[in-house]
């Protein structure tokens, strides 16, 4: 009886053997017969003819030729390339092994050119429609790695930036260290709580806060509010602001910040008079050379938005892929002015289409209300005392 069964059971066992055998043998038949059936597909698949030729003449183009397509020179460009590849990681198989430099040639080309569409990008350097949409992707994280060129001055850096204000105009403000105010960027109807990215002139957009010294860079950048939200609710939202009052960020002796009307005054934040329509000379006279020592970062924000024609409008993904952007441009911008960049005439780059600002037609726009507290009170005083000293 048990030679019987162990000779049956040996009989199982080579079934389930043969049987395991077969099935393997078909699978590996399916798998050759997949395998060529994808071969097949990408052998009959349609190649799209693109341009071939302008990654190729990059190299060739003058100084002047090169600026007008990368908005930098091509010192800056080495420079920014040298500063990326420590943050770049370069994939040597598969479709995304394209070099940081090319990367960076079609970048730039998406943010120096207005409504560049990802179809128009692959087209012009050559490459799949999707892997423009990765190679951009991947290259504006790699810019924002670089967050330290936009630096808040320490306190000895901040006497240097009050003396480059005082030189800069003939009847400065004194004791600036910078000048306060809000942008906003176009955006596309977001698909959550759009009605908060709503702004006043009918857009959907997000805002920019930044801080700028007299060589129009940017000193702190405060990216991804909502349209909808008053410069004095962004402000006091901030963490440069939260920094300030909480004493971790330390301003120099008698440094100041200029701001415009929509902000609420302090001790470290000068704002003009309110144009009542009953202003006194000794006010006016204030008023004047707060906003021409202010006007910095209005001219700051028509740079910005000049060289970047990106920032006219952003198509992107989501609201954290918008503020990377915005946020790569504002390292760029920086980037450019501290490796001695140049920039067109300041003259010809202002324009009242370029310049965002809190300007209402005819006046401000008005600043939500708020109590006063013993800081707006050491700040009204503080502006009355400049308001005497100007006028004497």
Known sequence: MEILLNLTLDEICEQRKDRFSLNLRKRRLLKSKRKMF?????????????????????????????????RMNWATFKALEKALTPHWVSARLGRDGHSLENCLYMTLWKLCNSRVTFRQLSDRFNIA????????????QAICNLKSEIEWPS??????????????????FP????????????IPTPGVDAISYYDRKGNHSVSMQAICDSQYRFLDV?????????????WTNSPIFQAIISGE????????????????????????????????????????????TRVFIEQAFGIFKKKFKILNYIEASSIKATSNVIFACAILHNFIINRGGYFEHVNDTITHADMETNNEIGGIQDAPIRRVDSDDINGIDRRNYFTTLFSS
């Open 38 to 70: 994808r071969y097949k597909c990408l052998s009959l698949k349609r190649k799209i003819p693109k341009n071939e030729s302008f990654i190729k003449t990059i190299k060739s183009f003058p100084e002047d030729i090169f600026y007008s397509h990368f």
């Open 129 to 140: 429609k999707g892997t423009s949409h990765r190679v951009f992707n991947k290259t504006i």
């Open 155 to 172: 306190v000895d850096r901040q006497q240097e930036v009050m003396t480059n204000f005082e030189n800069s105009r003939e009847s400065p």
């Open 175 to 186: 004791f600036v260290i910078g000048c306060l105010d809000g942008t906003h960027f176009n």
């Open 222 to 234: 405060f990216i991804g509010y909502p349209g909808s939200c008053h410069d004095a609710n962004v």
């Open 249 to 292: 960020l330390q301003l120099a002796p008698s440094a100041v910040i200029l701001g415009d009307s929509a902000y609420p005054i302090s001790q470290f934040l000068m704002i003009p008079h309110r144009d009542n329509g009953h202003l006194s000379r000794e006010q006016k006279t204030f008023n004047a050379r707060l906003n021409s």
